[in-house]
């Protein structure tokens, strides 16, 4: 397991990608996202040295709040009967505590404004699966095609919600990327 300030160096990483999925997303976009101020494309606007204006940032942030929006969405399908916090609780796994949550899953997934106890269940997770298929009893790509088709289960009867749907398989393997290696 690596150390937190370990993990800190690779999210920036994490980050960098996050940015440029989203802007690219919103370049493919141009009728819902029209170009930044100055004309310039939505990745070089996110990801380049540009200065954003007020209207720009409201732009992103709706773009990013659709974004969030869909892995809510797929979430929820994920646990319809119950959440991975309410599946990996101590009262129903003995002993869970006792499970070091990786330190990347909790850099990649938690941040401001994440539910503490959502993300340490996610990273405890991400610890068993890693455990698991060292020893053989869990494929990588398992965890990789539930998230794959969760986010595919989605409606996407627009071209826009398709292409949101893409970008967050992109961006969800993107931090997988991160958090399984």
Do not use: Y
Request: overall charge negative; hydrophobic content about 45%.
């Amino acid at each position: 397991m690596i150390g937190l300030a370990d993990s800190e160096v690779q999210v920036n990483g994490v980050n960098a990608r996050r940015k440029r999925i989203l802007a690219e997303f919103m370049d493919e976009n141009s009728a819902t996202f029209a170009l930044p101020a100055g004309g310039v494309s939505w990745v070089n606007a996110i990801c380049g040295e540009v200065s954003l204006g007020e209207a720009d940032r409201r732009v992103v942030e709706r773009a990013a709040g659709m974004l969030a929006g869909i892995f809510r969405s797929a979430q929820l399908a994920l646990d319809e009967s119950q959440s991975l916090s309410e599946l990996l609780s101590p009262d129903r796994v003995p002993g869970i505590e006792s499970i070091e949550p990786d330190a990347r899953a909790i850099v990649v997934v938690g941040g401001e404004g994440a539910d503490e106890a959502s993300t340490l269940a996610f990273a405890r997770s991400i610890t068993l699966c890693k455990i698991l298929t060292e020893g053989g009893e869990f494929h990588g790509d398992q965890l990789r095609q539930t998230i794959d088709g969760a986010l595919d289960a989605l409606p996407g009867n627009t071209p826009l919600m398709r292409s949101l749907i893409e970008t967050a398989k992109r961006m969800a393997q993107a931090d997988l990327d991160v958090i399984l290696s």
